[in-house]
């Protein structure tokens, strides 16, 4: 397995976030982490990149916990794009791509030949060739984010993280993105590991899920496992009416009703009986 979280106890300020965590992604696989607000989602992504120290526990890259892991080497297998990258105001779209060579660079820091060859790879790839003399400040939100995904690719990794790569964009920026990401995904055979909100879109570009719930891993599996009746309600608190698409071989559901909605009103009708 090329990666895997192994008892994983994450903490923010000695307070507890994710507990005793286990599961393993696949080389090639595309895995989508999704569960409620609070529930560990972005914080499970940070250590798997080394931004967050475990408790306790271990993630292994290729066989190799990340923390032993020599940064640069490390950098040149995973890349990451975390929520509402920053990036200075003059950076032209080049700029930023051209930055994911970092680890690869040698001694002097330049880029040679073989460098500006991967930065124009990346740039064709993500199709963003008309846009690399922009800055990236100008740029719609979804140009930016494949901006960004053309300087993790210039990283040449084998991984890569996204977390909640499409908040924030219209609708059809979201689906622009993610369509992009399946096709690295199949195309490049790069691992993807992401945190997405919206579950119809997990469930349409994932080959696997992972529910969280109160910090723990509750269901894993492919979409058609996790996205049930029973997940739906007993993690998100909806009541819903799923439905197959056949296109796209994965399911997907319409909400119709709050499961703590129902429960608020039963406690309701008990209270109005007590007044009785």
């Known amino acids: 397995m090329a990666l895997k979280v192994s008892k994983v106890t994450l903490d923010y300020g000695g307070k507890p976030v994710v507990e005793e965590i286990d599961f393993h992604v696949e080389k090639g696989d595309m895995v989508t982490i999704i569960g409620a607000n609070g529930s560990g989602k972005s ?3 940070k250590a798997l990149c080394r931004n967050l120290i475990p408790q306790n526990g271990i993630v292994y890259l290729d066989g190799k ?3 032993k892991t020599d940064t640069r080497e ?3 297998k995973l890349a990451v794009l975390p929520q509402s990258p920053r990036v200075p105001d003059d950076f032209t779209v080049r700029d930023l791509i051209s930055y994911g060579r970092f680890p ?3 001694w002097t820091g330049r880029l040679q030949k073989n460098d500006f060859a991967v930065v124009d790879w990346a740039i064709e790839v993500t199709k963003m060739g008309a846009l690399q003399h922009r800055v990236v400040s100008t740029l ?3 140009e930016r984010q494949r901006a960004w995904i053309a300087m993790a690719l210039a990283q040449q990794p084998e991984f890569l993280l996204l977390d909640e790569p499409t908040t924030f964009l219209d609708i059809c920026y979201q689906f622009e993105v993610l369509e992009l990401i399946k096709k690295l995904n199949m195309e ?7 945190v997405l909100h919206d579950l119809n879109q997990a469930a349409r570009y994932s080959n696997h899920l992972i529910a969280l719930k109160d ?3 509750y269901r894993k599996g492919t979409p058609r496992e996790v996205i049930t009746k029973t997940v739906l309600e007993d993690v998100f608190h909806i009541k819903v009416k799923i439905f197959n698409d056949h296109e796209h071989h994965c399911p997907y559901f319409i909400p119709v009703s709050s499961s703590l909605a129902d429960k608020f009103e039963a406690t309701e009708n008990v209270g109005r009986e007590h007044c009785v």
């Open 188 to 194: 490049l055979n790069l691992t993807i590991v992401m």
């Open 43 to 45: 914080t499970i992504l």
């Open 104 to 106: 690869h660079l040698g």
């Open 140 to 142: 719609s939100g979804g």
């Open 215 to 217: 910090g723990k891993v």
């Open 74 to 76: 490390l950098a040149k």
């Open 65 to 67: 916990s990340i923390h």
